[in-house]
Each structure stands twice: as C-alpha cells, then as structure tokens.
C-alpha cells in the first residue's frame, strides 16, 4: 500500500474528522444543555440515533452486496456484539449524559486519551506487545494530561456534578479503547457488514432504555430533534461508510491522525457555535495527551491477538 496520500485520501480525512468532531455539538444540541426541558434524555437519544444509523448502514450494506457471517460464526458476532455494546452503545450513553454539563470540546479532549488505554489492554491482551521503557514513559505523561484535565479540583470537589461528568467522559473513553481492540478480530468481517453489524446490535440492545422515557411529558425544540437526526445520520451512519472508504485506500495508521484533528475540530466548533473557551488546564492537558500517546505509538511493537 503506498503512503503517497492524494487529495482525495485527505478530502475524507477532513470529512471523517468533521463529521466526527460534530457528535459532541449534536450531542450538546440534543440535550439542550442551556434548556434540558426543551432536549432528549440520553436513555431517548442513544436509541434513536442507533436506530438511524442501523437502518442507513444495513441499506449500504446491501447495496454493497457484501456477505454476512455464518449464523455458526459465533466470534464474529460475538465480535459485532462486543462492538456495538460495550464499544459503543456503552461510550455514546456515558458521554451524552455526561454532555448534559460537560462543554463539547472538553467532552472530545478526554476523548482523545482514547489510545492511551489501547495501550494498556494491548499490552494486557497481546503477546508481543511489550512494555517499552518508551511506551510506559508515553503512557505516564499521557495519563498526567487525563490528571491535569481533572484539575486541582478532582480531589476537593470529588462527587460534584463536574466530577461525576468528567468521570463519565473518561469512562467513555475506556470504552472507546475496548472497541479499538475489539475491532482488530473482526478483520476477517466484510467492513460494511461489521459496521451495519454492530450499529445495529448496538442499537437493539439499547431498546429497552426507552422504557424509563416519560414521553408524556417532552417538548423537544425543533433544534433537539434536528440534533437526534444529524447524530445518526452523521457521527453513526455516514462517518462510518466514510471511515470504511478511507480505510481501504489508506490505513489504520493513517486514520489515527484523526485523534489529534478531533479535538481541535471540536475546540472550533464549540467556540463558534456555544461560545466554548477551555481554561489552560484544557490546552497544556491536550498537549501532554498528544505527547503521551505519540511516546506511547512510538515505543509500541508490533501485536499479535492471543489465539486459541
């Protein structure tokens, strides 16, 4: 596969960052952050915008003509299940309730510590992938970055409202760490399959959340319903196809730059959109997470999946 990138390679590159980056602003929009009596309820939203984004990529798959595994094939749909559950139905429901007082830039900064916990359960999971003095020196600043995101205050003010947010958002990022992970056994599954797969798996399994929704008594804002709809359109449906597109004429490699691009993608849309400002706990936080996951990749070798 060649490195040479041509400007289509880097006109998706710009449209998966985008469409990723906006999540959290559709997120904020759907909740109604400023009004929560004109918004949806994470236990509303995680569901709808699964749904969406299942029937849009079980469509492309379709199209696609792509073939689905084996109902025999349990590790591929454990593999799917796995995905669409714990990497994320579990990631979207923490951080959208989290969203409900977490600015949408700061939500994508804890986000973008996302491969820091790769490492770990690389490391924990893989036979060669070892614990370099290099990795463990990027994974210590990386996680001084998550520390100093906290603030000072994580100590003194521990079970706020702020607190229990960001705890929420770093959770997500577990979770989103889980999904990195399990998406690498899932290389033999055709990708628009995988992605249709576990969207929609993802999407059943949140099914029974609206149950505990009052639907008696929402008033959603015109904009909240907007921000449900572009959610699964966008970061679920479309953001996937694209990813599956740019993966295929690129690499995983070349996809992972989108950790540095998202968050700041994020701070940008947050500033002109809600007027979002991060203090310099954000900035000097983002920069010690770069740092740690760029020492972190550069001291990793390469894995192999533990085989039966």
């Known amino acids: 596969m060649t490195t040479h990138r041509t400007p289509v390679d880097w006109a998706l590159f710009a449209a998966v960052t985008l469409i990723w980056a906006s999540a959290y602003a559709f997120t904020r929009i759907a909740v109604s952050q400023s009004d929560p009596a004109s918004g949806f309820p994470p236990q509303f939203i995680i569901p709808a915008r699964l749904t969406l984004g299942g029937i849009i990529l079980l469509c492309v798959a379709f199209i696609a003509r792509q ?10 749909w454990l593999a799917m299940a796995v995905m669409g559950i714990v990497g994320t139905a579990a990631p979207f429901f923490v951080i959208t309730t989290a969203q409900k007082t977490v600015d949408s830039s700061l939500a994508a900064l804890y986000v973008a510590a996302s491969p820091l916990f790769v ?6 999971l893989f036979h060669d992938d070892q614990m370099t003095k290099g990795k463990a020196l990027g994974l210590g600043v990386g996680f001084m970055g998550v520390a100093v995101l906290f603030g000072p205050e994580a100590i003194t003010a521990f079970g706020s409202t702020s ?8 959770l997500g990022t577990v979770f989103y760490a889980i999904s990195t992970i ?3 056994y899932a290389r033999d599954i055709p990708p628009f399959v995988f992605s249709a797969g576990f969207i929609s798996i993802g999407a059943v399994a949140t099914w029974p959340l609206l149950l505990s929704v009052e639907f008696s008594t929402l008033t959603p804002s015109n904009a909240a319903i907007l921000g449900v709809i572009g959610l699964g359109i966008g970061p679920t449906a479309m953001a996937s196809v694209l990813y599956m597109v740019l993966i295929k004429r690129t690499s995983a490699t070349f996809l992972s730059l989108t950790g540095y ?13 809600f007027q979002e400002v991060q203090d310099w706990n954000a900035a000097l936080a983002f920069a010690l997470i770069l740092l740690g996951v760029w020492l972190a990749q550069r001291g990793t070798k390469t894995a192999q999946p533990i085989t039966d």
């Open 261 to 273: 691009t998202i968050p700041i993608v994020s701070a940008i849309i947050g500033y002109f959109a």
């Open 182 to 184: 399990t998406a690498r």
């Open 67 to 76: 073939k689905w595994p084996a109902l025999s094939a349990w590790k591929s």
């Open 119 to 124: 490492s770990v359960l690389a490391h924990a």
């Open 163 to 170: 607190m229990t947010a960001q705890a929420l958002c770093l």
